[in-house]
């Protein structure tokens, strides 16, 4: 009797020992952070060296052959920007990124493929943008691997329940505080959008030469100018266009953002220049200046590149002179002003343009280490 007594306190004694030296104490979790827009482990440093550390400690329990079965869960996850669709196949990528790496690099998922499973849920922030700090994006931009298990401790051929010490919560086997499994963000770099630099494709079929710059101000405001400097003539053929004109404008967003995927904007546009257009034998040159009102959409094609199209209509004043192409003068090919010979003046309400452009975006950068989109 004294010795089976003494048998049972000595192994009441002894098993958190040996709980400690076969299951670890840091269980199984790691956490990767990613770019924004992006998917691959390696663009943040961090990365790598934790997923080495998670399969060490994965292969290490697996040798120990106390896990009867196990299930792999991935969580993955974006940060607001991006449309909902978008960001839901961003995540899909970032849990196929971390779960490809840990099957080619792990050894026990290679051995014990029968018995492994995974489980994926993708999480999209969408919903949190008007409530999220943007300094607090970066964090929502990770994937996240936590090892599901049945554990069993094994002694003298006989299996004992693991105790509520282990800390298992709904068979998910949660990090020590101090472990050190997760890996910590670093010091973020900021790539805010700078300016954004466009070309209307419209103007350019018409060999029209045109730049604009558009700089956001705040989430929702950009101001912007527009040069169009199409200067060429063909007299043989006759025809000219020569354009020197300027816009600045002012834009509101009232659906997304200036960073957003998908959004739309209302503005106010005020430019002005000289002309001279000549399709054919007779033509016009004069001076312009409009106010419009500006109604468009933004659909961001990658990371730096957009796709935006606008209409513009507004007040627009001109004062112009037409003329006759006149050949054989004593002064060679000449333009001829028509009778009566004065200017005219013209006020009146037109659409003033329509733009169908390609936009880069330049960002700005600050400070060291990932990005903060």
């Known amino acids: 009797m ?3 007594v003494t048998l049972l306190w000595l192994i009441m004694w002894t098993a958190p020992a040996l709980l400690k030296a076969q299951v670890p104490a840091d269980s199984l979790c790691v956490k990767v952070y990613f770019p924004c827009g992006g998917s691959r482990l390696a663009a943040v440093p961090s990365n790598r060296p934790a997923l080495q550390q998670f399969i060490f400690r994965l292969d290490s329990l ?3 052959r106390t896990v009867e079965t196990w299930r792999l869960g991935v969580t993955a996850s974006t940060s607001p920007e991006g449309s909902l669709a978008v960001n839901r196949r961003l995540a899909g990528r970032r849990a196929k990124a971390v779960s490809d790496y840990l099957t080619r690099n792990a050894a026990c998922l290679k051995d014990t493929a029968s018995r492994a499973g995974w489980l994926t849920e993708v999480l999209t922030s969408n919903h ?4 999220t700090p943007r300094r607090a994006f970066p964090t929502m931009r990770f994937a996240e691997v936590r090892l599901w ?3 069993r401790l094994v002694m003298a051929g006989s299996e004992m329940a693991v105790p509520a010490a282990m800390a298992v919560e709904n068979d998910i086997i949660m990090l020590e505080p101090d472990s050190g499994c997760c890996v910590a963000w670093p010091e973020a770099r900021v790539a805010r959008p700078l300016l954004f630099v466009k070309t209307n494709l419209l103007y350019d079929l018409l060999t029209a030469v045109n730049v604009s710059i558009e700089v956001p101000i705040r989430q929702k405001w950009s101001l912007g100018a527009t040069l169009v400097y199409p200067w060429w003539r063909k007299t043989k053929w006759r025809k000219t266009m020569q354009l020197r004109y300027v816009a600045l404008s002012s834009r509101y967003y009232w659906l997304g953002t200036t960073t957003t995927d998908r959004s739309m904007f209302v503005g106010l546009t005020a430019g002005g220049g000289k002309y001279d257009l000549q399709p054919n034998r007779r033509g016009v040159q004069g001076d312009v200046w409009h106010v419009s009102a500006t109604v468009g959409g933004v659909r961001r094609l990658s990371r730096k590149w957009r796709l935006e199209y606008a209409a513009s209509a507004g007040y627009v004043q001109t004062d112009y002179t037409k003329y006759t192409q006149t050949p054989g003068t004593p002064y060679g090919v000449i333009k001829v002003k028509d009778y009566p010979w004065g200017s005219r ?8 343009s329509l733009e169908l452009s390609i936009v880069y975006q330049i960002d700005k950068k600050q400070g060291g280490g990932g990005y903060e989109r």
């Open 62 to 64: 697996a040798a120990l």
């Open 345 to 352: 003046r013209l006020q009146t309400v037109l659409p003033t």
């Open 128 to 131: 949190l943008a008007a409530v």
């Open 149 to 151: 298990r049945e554990p």
């Open 2 to 4: 004294v010795t089976r």
